[in-house]
């Protein structure tokens, strides 16, 4: 059974640099593509970065680009969400997710085939 387990979330001060990390497990992810997801209060999921499996192509919103990075690390089937200057505006629950076979280009919050639980990450001004 497929499992994804999210971690590194936590009170963070605006400008801080936490990194989150999602460890996947239950089967071989080899043709997947990851994304994190994230989920603010009152409003709607949202894509945030998505990675293909060999770490060759990345995707990012525009409101994290420049901040963000995703990474995988396919000896430990890692992924990475390292996010820098962190916004009051960033707060959310920080998901993430995994698509076998996805097209990067159009990875959205639907046609995800697996979720983890999600980290919250609070960012304080």
């Known amino acids: 059974r497929c499992k994804l387990q999210a971690s590194g979330g936590g009170l963070v001060q605006a400008g801080d640099s936490p990194r989150l990390s999602c460890a996947a497990s239950?089967?071989?992810?080899?043709?997947?593509?990851m994304g994190w997801f994230r989920q603010a209060p009152l409003k709607n999921r949202e894509f945030v970065a998505g990675?293909?499996?060999?770490?060759?192509?990345?995707r990012y919103a525009d409101s994290v680009k420049g901040r963000f990075t995703i990474s995988i690390d396919n000896a430990k089937n890692t992924v990475y969400l390292q996010m820098n200057g962190l916004k009051p505006e960033d707060t959310a629950v920080y998901y993430c997710a995994a698509r076998y076979d996805a097209v990067l280009e159009t990875l959205s919050v639907y046609g995800m085939d697996y979720w983890g639980e999600g980290t919250l990450v609070t960012v304080s001004s």
């Open positions: 239950g089967r071989t992810f080899s043709r997947d593509v």
């Open positions: 990675i293909s499996w060999s770490g060759h192509r990345t």
